[in-house]
């Protein structure tokens, strides 16, 4: 999906679930940013739990996700320059 249709999804999903019990599973930190209650799962087992607040503010996988997330924000593609 798109940026610009992620976000009109997001916002529908949004509208959809409040006051509702939603079991979501994302790979992007972005869906589950609002959620209540994030369960960070590895190799099966649930790692970590808590808000996003609280998951971003201590260390572990979570942070680790959303650290490597703002490293790649700036990167950009660029042309290989051909040198024979």
Do not use: C
Request: hydrophobic share 35%; charged share 35%.
């Amino acid at each position: 999906v798109d940026p610009e249709n992620e976000d009109k999804l997001q916002k529908a999903m949004e509208e959809l679930m409040r006051n509702k019990t939603i079991i979501m599973i994302a790979h992007r930190l972005k869906t589950v940013e609002h959620a209540d209650q994030i369960l960070v799962l590895d190799q099966g087992r649930i790692v970590q739990s808590g808000t996003h607040r609280e998951l971003a503010g201590r260390p572990g996988l979570y942070r680790e996700f959303l650290d490597a997330r703002r490293m790649a924000a700036g990167w950009r593609l660029r042309e290989s320059s051909q040198t024979d």
